[in-house]
């Protein structure tokens, strides 16, 4: 399996701009989760889903930020518009999430997106 | 709310010590724990992952220990490396609603020069 799948890896954009990032999850998993990671604030989870849908979004911090799955293969986070604060890595990670009796629910990490805001 | 801590925030070592790098929680009904290694510019590695009835797990050089009831649980990394030195993060998983989720520490960033 290729593993969790970000593109772009980088990305400048300037202020003001529409950001998309993409992640592909490992085939199978039915849970998808995006994070943020910053030296500020370390790594925090902005939303997940399951089943495709969108269980908790609390730690999405404004409204310029939304995500989708519209299938079990694609997610996309979007920023609009952007802003210099919003500069960081962005993770996805997926993971099997049927509740069974001792499973360790393991995520998989993508190799993150680096956003630039100028 | 589950807040987890990581102590040190940083460590500089000689090749060849054992390490211990430590994570305490402040909220004990987790379901397991996980560290992660994080090399600069790259995505999180798993390294162990210890579910809520078990005390501890071992791959290699790593060794990582769990006392739930206390909120606490240590990397022990034996005979350390140069090619260790990476940040090493510390998660625990809760259930909220019939749904999981990690919370991270801040991690430690480790330099284990030869």
């Known amino acids: 399996d290729a593993g969790v799948i970000q593109s772009p890896r980088h990305e400048v954009t300037e202020m003001g701009q529409e950001v998309t990032l993409r992640c592909k999850p490992i085939s199978g998993h039915n849970s998808l989760f995006w994070y943020r990671q910053t030296m500020m604030r370390g790594l925090e989870l902005l939303i997940y889903f399951n089943n495709n849908v969108p269980i908790d979004d609390s730690g999405m911090p404004e409204d310029r930020f939304s995500a989708k799955m519209p299938n079990a293969s694609f997610s996309t986070l979007k920023i609009q518009p952007s802003e210099p604060r919003d500069s960081a890595v962005y993770f996805c990670?997926?993971?099997?999430?049927?509740?069974?009796?001792?499973?360790?629910?393991?995520?998989?990490f993508g190799p993150g997106t680096r956003l630039t805001v100028t | 709310k589950q807040e987890v801590t990581q102590i040190p925030a940083a460590l500089s070592v000689p090749e060849g010590e054992n390490l211990v790098l430590n994570c305490s929680f402040t909220?004990?009904?987790?379901?397991?724990l996980q560290w992660f290694r994080q090399d600069p510019g790259k995505g999180l590695t798993s390294l162990l992952l210890?579910?809520?009835?078990?005390r501890e797990q071992t791959s290699g050089r790593l060794n990582a220990s769990l006392d739930k009831s206390s909120g606490r649980s240590t990397l022990y990394i034996a005979a350390s490396q140069p090619g260790d030195s990476a940040t090493y993060l510390c998660a625990v998983r809760m259930f909220s609603g019939g749904y999981n989720k990690l919370i991270f520490g801040a991690g430690t960033r480790l330099a284990v020069h030869p």
């Open positions: 909220d004990s009904a987790i379901y397991n």
């Open positions: 210890i579910q809520s009835s078990q």
């Open positions: 990670a997926s993971s099997f999430g049927l509740r069974v009796q001792g499973y360790s629910y393991e995520q998989y």
